[in-house]
């Protein structure tokens, strides 16, 4: 085989991959706004549930049950 053969069949091999290096590097970014969305809402479920928490023990401090 050839230089020029070899770089034929390189220049082949790239051109059909790029299309599919592209569509990884799309799905990729998309999955990645994805993770960052349910961090976010991960983030504000945790604030809401520690805030519940804490009014709940408000309440329960300001009303003492007797067991």
Request: proline share 3%; aromatic share 0%.
């Amino acid at each position: 085989m050839t230089i020029d053969e070899r770089l034929e069949k390189l220049t082949e091999r790239h051109e059909t991959l790029t299309p599919s290096v592209e569509m990884l590097t799309k799905d990729v970014r998309d999955l990645t706004a994805i993770v960052k969305d349910i961090a976010l809402g991960t983030a504000r479920l945790l604030n809401t549930v520690e805030a519940h928490e804490q009014r709940i023990s408000d309440l329960e401090d300001d009303h003492p049950t007797h067991q």
